[in-house]
């Protein structure tokens, strides 16, 4: 797709008219449907707002949240998601909202999560036997299905999230183990609200098995390696507890999310709140053709986001700058670039420019730069200037057989 002209007819209760808009691109969509005013409905009962989330396209302002969820779903290598926000700043509503926009994925069709992957890389035994038997047949193990939001409850306990020894389960080794959150999580967004809450042991298992994209679980004898493949999703109020700088500097996207400020866009949130708790299904309706078409523009840019280049004109400055901050980091310039490709891809162009570095730079860098690693390491120069002094003279004049303690230690040894 090179240009894509996505022409939306839209219906206006009353006057009776249609109108037209023209959207370049999924950006323009998003902020044309923000700014889309609502005919009153009527209330209706009994609809469960569950199954009707509320619709991504119709939270006012935000769009810094809203771009990165949205980079997050086109390209995963951005490496999760961090939302840090007070209370009441639609944080959960935009994650839950993604549900409609989610696209598809080849997902295990068996309850233990058995993959060809894990027989092309470990062999035969690692799956369970039922799959082994499809295998061995040319079956396929895997089937389309869409991607899922799967929430951590803040109670998790590090048992539910790696997985379990299940004793009453058969002899295979695979279905010995209960798969844990992390597991089920594999090619799914891990939303955690409230991550700052979390036990320490927990958060590291996820971050861990999140940069790996494995985790491996092992209970005495028995031993089972799950895929963690996850886009994973937090959100803090740090008035309620600050992040450890190692979790913060793990998130790829980092977005600072405000209240509304203006007057006007409060009371347009308000009424939108308003009409979808009186009629979910109405209220969700007339975003319905918008999200169709953004669900459209996500499964293409998904599809186009590999062969989206950097040029190294560009590359190359960019990392001067993210120097210049006195970021240490990798992840830095890894997130960002990821997030630049994912921006470009969003707009059907296969090159990154220097306005899509610009557009997703605050988002990749900000809150990386740590002032304990820079007093640190000035501290360390000292040392460094003093060993590499000693190492200038070291070996000029050889004390022949004079051993110390140390050395006849070391002979002793071996
Ligand atoms: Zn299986």
Not at 179 to 191: E, F, M, S, T
Not at 313 to 335: C, F, H, K, W, Y
Request: proline share 6%; hydrophobic share 40%.
């Amino acid at each position: 797709m090179t240009e894509p002209e996505l022409t939306h007819t839209e219906e206006k209760s009353e006057p009776k008219e249609r109108v037209a808009h023209a959207f370049r691109n999924l950006r323009e969509l998003v902020d044309y449907v923000a700014g889309k005013s609502l005919p009153p409905l009527t209330p209706e009962d009994g609809v469960l707002t569950e199954s009707l989330p509320f619709p991504f396209l119709a939270i006012v302002g935000q769009q810094e949240m809203k771009l990165a969820l949205l980079l997050g779903l086109i390209n995963p290598n951005v490496g999760g998601i961090l939302l840090i926000g007070p209370r009441g700043t639609a944080k959960t509503t935009a994650v839950r909202s993604l549900l409609d926009l989610l696209p598809e994925v080849e997902r295990s069709t068996c309850f233990y999560g058995c993959l060809p992957e894990d027989i092309e890389s470990s062999g035969i035994t690692t799956v369970c036997p039922d799959c082994a038997k499809k295998y061995g047949e040319g079956q396929p193990l895997t089937a389309p299905d869409k991607v899922r939001l799967i929430e951590l409850p803040l109670n998790a306990k590090l048992e539910d999230v790696v997985g379990g020894i299940d004793e009453r389960s058969a002899a295979h080794e695979r279905m010995r183990i209960r798969r844990g959150i992390l597991a089920q999580a594999d090619r799914n967004l891990l939303y955690i609200d409230e991550i700052n809450l979390l036990g320490d042991d927990i958060v590291d298992s996820i971050l861990d098995a999140a940069a790996q994209g494995s985790y491996s679980v092992r209970r005495g004898s028995i031993a089972a390696t799950y895929r963690s493949r996850f886009v994973l999703i937090g959100s803090m109020n740090p008035e309620e507890g600050r992040l450890r700088p190692q979790i913060l500097d793990r998130f790829g996207l980092r977005v600072i999310v405000r209240g509304l400020e203006e007057a006007e866009e409060r009371l347009e949130a308000y009424r939108r709140v308003q009409a979808y708790l009186a009629n979910p299904r109405q209220m969700t309706g007339q975003f319905s053709a918008e999200m169709e078409a953004a669900a459209d523009e996500i499964r293409n840019a998904r599809e186009q986001v590999g062969k989206v280049v950097l040029p190294d004109e560009i590359a190359n400055p960019a990392i001067e700058l993210v120097q210049r901050m006195g970021i240490d980091s990798l992840r830095a310039e890894i997130t960002w670039f990821e997030s630049a490709r994912a921006y470009a891809a969003a707009d059907a162009r296969k090159e990154v420019t220097i306005e899509d570095l610009k557009a997703v730079a605050p988002m990749a860098l900000r809150l990386r730069r740590s002032p304990f690693m820079s007093e640190y390491l000035k501290g360390q120069l000292g040392e460094e200037k003093e060993l590499s002094s000693l190492l200038g003279s070291f070996g000029e004049k050889p004390s022949r057989n004079r051993q110390t303690k140390r050395t006849k230690r070391l002979t002793k040894k071996t």
